[in-house]
C-alpha cells in the first residue's frame, strides 16, 4: 500500500512503449503493455494503493512529442507527489565517444539505435529527469524500467527538492524484456512489493521508495 494522504494533488503517469515502428531496429514488447495496465490498477486498489483515478494516467506506445508532453503536463499539474514510470526500450548513446559513457536515453514508439538518429528521436533520461523537476511537486519519484537504466546513476541527481530514482538493470547491463503473458521481471517484482508481498515487519504496511 501507498502512503499518499494528498492523493488530489499527486499526479502519476505511468508510459508504457510495447510498440515500435517497422525500421527502428527494435522489436515490440508485449510485457510493457501489461506493466501499465497492471500498476494502474494496483495504484487506484482501495486495498492497496492511495490515488483516485483521475490523477492517474497511463500513456501507451507514445512518439516522443507526446511522451514529452505528457510528462509536462504531469509535472504541471502535480503539487504534492508526482510519480513517473517508464517502462520501453533504453539505449545508450553518445554524439562523440571521447566524452566517456554513453548516456540512457528512453526510446519511444518511432526512436532509433545510433546509427538511426537516437539523439533526435529518443528522450534523454536527463531531459525528463529535468522536465519533472521544472513543475512544483515537492516529490518527484522516477521509475525506469528498461535496459541500461542503471547508467541514469551516473548523471547527478536534483538539489532542489526531493528525488527518487529507482532503476531496473544495472550500469551497462540489459534486462530481460518478459514473455508477453504478464509483466516484465522488474515490474513483476514492483507488483508484488505494492500488493503486500515484500519482506518486513509489517507487509500490509505503507510502501515506502526507500524501503
Do not use: K, W
Amino acid at each position: 500500500m501507498i502512503h499518499q494522504p494528498r492523493a488530489r494533488r499527486s499526479r502519476v503517469v505511468l508510459i508504457g512503449v510495447s510498440e515500435y515502428d517497422r525500421g527502428t531496429g527494435f522489436p515490440s514488447l508485449p510485457s510493457v503493455l501489461a506493466n501499465i495496465e497492471q500498476l494502474y490498477d494496483v495504484l487506484v486498489d482501495d486495498a492497496y494503493g492511495r490515488f483516485t483515478p483521475e490523477v492517474v494516467r497511463t500513456v501507451r506506445s507514445p512518439d516522443r512529442e507526446t511522451l514529452v508532453r505528457e510528462a509536462a503536463r504531469a509535472a504541471g499539474e502535480a503539487e504534492d507527489l508526482l510519480l513517473c514510470y517508464f517502462s520501453g526500450h533504453g539505449c545508450l548513446y553518445t554524439s562523440e565517444p571521447a566524452q566517456g559513457p554513453g548516456r540512457l536515453y528512453l526510446l519511444p514508439r518511432a526512436g532509433g539505435g545510433p546509427g538511426a538518429g537516437t539523439g533526435a528521436y529518443g528522450l534523454g533520461y536527463a531531459e525528463l529527469r529535468d522536465l519533472l523537476c521544472a513543475g512544483r511537486a515537492e516529490r518527484v519519484v522516477l521509475v525506469l524500467d528498461c535496459c541500461y537504466s542503471g547508467n541514469a546513476l551516473l548523471e547527478p541527481l536534483p538539489e532542489d527538492r526531493a528525488f527518487a530514482l529507482l532503476t531496473s538493470s544495472r550500469r551497462f547491463h540489459g534486462q530481460g524484456a518478459g514473455d508477453g503473458s504478464g509483466p516484465t521481471p522488474f515490474t513483476a517484482a514492483l507488483l508484488e512489493v505494492l500488493r503486500g508481498g515484500g519482506d518486513g515487519e509489517d507487509e500490509r504496511g505503507p510502501v515506502t521508495v526507500e524501503a
